[in-house]
Each structure stands twice: as C-alpha cells, then as structure tokens.
C-alpha cells in the first residue's frame, strides 16, 4: 500500500493510509481527489445499521470516542440497557391439605358412641365415662366433637 500522496508526493498519515486514502489532507490535494461523501454503514445494533454520511475517518474517529456507543444519536442506537431476563419463580409447591385427624382414641369415640347410642347427652356421656372409664378422660365437649365429626 502507497503511503504517499498520489497528488503531492507527500507522506500520507499511517491511519489515513490504512482507511484507504491515496492522497493527503492538503487542501489542493483535497480539493483534486476528494470524491463526494462517504456513505458509511456504523454498526450502531444488530437490527440495522444507521447511515451516515460522512468522511470514513470522522465516523471512525467518532466511533473510537465511543459517540456511537454511549450517544443516542437519533440514528437508531440502542440504549445500553439490557432487557433484563425475568428469573423463573419457582412454583409455589401446592401445600398437600392434612386431613383433620381426630384429636380423640378410638376407645375414646367408641365409648361415646356406645352412650349415645343409649340416648345419653354429651353432659350425661361425660359423667358416667368418668364414672366407669375415668382413664379415657371423656368430657362433654370431647363427647360434642366426636358426636359431630363424621363416623370413621
Ligand atoms: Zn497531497
């Protein structure tokens, strides 16, 4: 690659040389080679690119000065923030309904049962169980609860 000036003959600058120019920035050498604008694709996002009509090196020295990056330029950069991605929620484990366990033994509902079943209340259930089974330790409302809950 020719780092001269084709007009002039002059040492054309190493970056100038490496964007392609063939000529130097003097102004009778601009003025004799310098074609019409550039038009220049900036990678500006991946969903297109935004153009820009302009020398190469100024789109290259303004994208090194990160204007392109940083800037919303109106030329459809994308704003640096990243749509965060949402973190999966773990579903909720459905908590398994416990059945309602009787609080009560069975010799306790059986004896209950076997007063009420002889047309004895709860309060008349109580007494004679504390009578004749003191251990289970029925009461009147023990006898209620087990007499309301469903049989087994
Ligand atoms: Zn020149």
Do not use: H
């Amino acid at each position: 690659m020719s780092t001269t000036c084709i007009g002039c003959g002059r040492e054309i600058a190493a970056e100038r040389a490496d964007l392609g120019y063939t000529y130097c920035t003097a102004p009778a050498c601009q003025a004799e080679y310098r074609r019409g604008p550039t038009v220049t694709a900036v990678a500006v996002n991946k969903s297109g690119d935004a153009f820009r009509v302009a020398e190469p090196d100024e789109v290259a020295a303004r994208a090194a000065a990160g204007e392109f990056a940083t800037k919303n330029t109106g030329l459809g950069t994308v704003p640096e923030t990243v749509p965060r991605i949402p973190t999966p929620r773990r579903p909720r484990a459905a908590r398994p309904v416990r059945k309602a366990r009787p609080t009560w033994t069975p010799a306790q509902e059986k004896i209950v049962r076997l007063y009420a079943e002889m047309g004895l209340s709860p309060r008349q259930i109580a007494e004679r169980a504390r009578q004749n089974t003191p251990r289970l330790a029925v009461t009147e409302a023990l006898a209620v609860r087990i007499l309301s809950a469903p049989r087994r």
